[in-house]
């Protein structure tokens, strides 16, 4: 217990690190979420989620205003946890897939799995820490796309290992507009 409450107070750490490194964006060409880990869309209601997902589920207030829905949900051949958050106006604002490790060196290697099928679809980030990854124990790499930004971010400490991946609907994505 004391284990899966340390990594959700990680996890809040990341999600809010996250927010800090993105702006919003007026307007999407096109609205798609193309997360590996859901087959949500941005259009997805909580009651598309709860069908897709299941009513196993736990909530939490959003960083957007709204309700947070967890569920336990394998990626990449590792036990995690999905998150689908709600804005107040009840619109899916971010999808993230988080994982927990006791290892460093996997949860390096899970990342660098991520970061590079995400540099082999959408090319070089336009934001990385990889080299701070040595000096300090967070790092991540943003992809900013009109579809919405793309976050990988990981935390290593003494007692949280922690790496989240997170897809931002392009209305709190960065924009170079504001």
């Known amino acids: ?52 997902e299941g009513d196993d589920y736990e909530t939490y207030d959003s960083v957007y205003n709204g309700e947070t829905y967890t569920y336990d949900k394998k990626y990449e051949n590792k036990d995690g946890t999905v998150k689908y958050m709600f804005d107040d106006k009840d619109k899916l604002m971010c999808v993230a897939w988080a994982y927990g490790s006791t290892d460093t060196q996997e949860l390096e290697d899970l990342y660098t799995k991520i970061n590079d099928d995400m540099t082999d679809e959408h090319g070089d980030s336009g ?36 790496l989240q991946f997170a897809f931002l609907h392009p209305d709190v994505s960065y924009s170079e507009d504001e």
Request: glycine residues 4%.
């Open 1 to 52: 217990m004391r284990h899966k409450k340390l990594l959700s107070i990680a996890l809040t750490v990341l999600a809010i690190s996250s927010l800090a490194l993105t702006g919003c964006r007026k307007e999407a060409a096109e609205l798609k979420l193309d997360a590996p880990f859901t087959k949500a869309s941005w259009d997805s209601t909580k009651e598309d989620i709860i069908a897709e």
């Open 127 to 162: 934001y990385s820490t990889e080299e701070e990854k040595n000096s300090i124990n967070n790092y991540g790499n943003i992809w900013y796309l009109d579809t919405g930004d793309i976050i990988i971010s990981a935390m290593v400490t003494e007692e949280n290992k922690a």
